[in-house]
């Protein structure tokens, strides 16, 4: 059986998916490294008493990087990530991409089916519309990721529709993709799953594509 798998996955090739992070590093020698993040993420070296080995201490926010949304994050009586099933985090995903400034409404999405990861990519400015949202909603899918896609449309009243509608369903939203561009195939499996802590609202994940390779 592992034989079978190891020569199915010879016929695809890994996109990485994920934001490299940079964080603030304080060093043992006392040397302070500046990351590339906005939002706070900072490690503190320190040596194992135990064995000499080094580790790191972590102050972070969940929300930077290529992280991943789940229900608690709207509401705290909602599930947390380490609640939802694994299966929920990983199978085959559909890839759309729009032009920039796209509002992207249910017309453009009659290809996605229901259990569908749904992955969307723009130039820069497309975003998902109330009555997209609620599509997506009814036609199930697994999952929502956008890279260079707002979630939310800027002109709604309610600024957060689409967390609304996706969260209360138990539909996970991934921020912070990359490479969805590179992806050549409109279909792939995607993999992208949370890290198991109690209680976390959204979890840095690491998100790739497995993609049929072309003859």
């Known amino acids: 059986m592992v034989e079978n798998i190891i020569e199915a996955i010879k016929g695809y090739k890994i996109v990485d998916l994920t934001e490299e992070i940079k964080p603030n590093v304080l060093k043992i020698n006392g040397q302070y490294l500046r990351g590339n993040q906005i939002r706070k993420f900072n490690l503190q070296q320190f040596i194992n008493a135990?064995?000499?080995?080094?580790?790191?201490?972590?102050?972070?926010?969940?929300?930077?990087?290529?992280?991943?949304?789940?229900?608690?994050?709207?509401?705290?009586?909602?599930?947390?990530?380490?609640?939802?099933?694994?299966?929920?985090?990983?199978?085959?995903?559909?890839?759309?991409?729009?032009?920039?400034?796209?509002?992207?409404?249910?017309?453009?999405?009659?290809?996605?089916?229901?259990?569908?990861?749904?992955?969307?990519?723009?130039?820069?400015?497309?975003?998902?519309?109330?009555?997209?949202?609620?599509?997506?909603?009814?036609r199930r899918i697994k999952m929502l990721g956008v890279q260079g896609v707002r979630p939310e449309d800027p002109k709604a009243e309610n600024r957060l529709v689409t967390h609304t509608l996706l969260l209360e369903n138990d539909i996970p939203i991934i921020e912070g993709l990359i490479n969805l561009d590179k992806i050549e195939h409109e279909r792939v499996f995607f993999f992208g799953l949370p890290l198991k802590i109690a209680y976390l609202d959204s979890s840095w994940i690491r998100a790739i594509a497995l993609e049929p390779i072309s003859n």
């Open 50 to 138: 135990e064995d000499g080995t080094y580790m790191n201490f972590i102050e972070a926010e969940s929300h930077i990087g290529t992280h991943i949304e789940g229900p608690s994050h709207l509401r705290d009586n909602l599930k947390p990530l380490a609640e939802i099933p694994l299966e929920k985090f990983m199978g085959e995903a559909i890839v759309l991409k729009f032009e920039a400034n796209t509002p992207i409404k249910p017309e453009h999405l009659k290809k996605v089916k229901e259990g569908d990861i749904v992955l969307i990519w723009s130039a820069g400015g497309a975003y998902i519309t109330p009555e997209a949202a609620d599509f997506l909603v009814k």
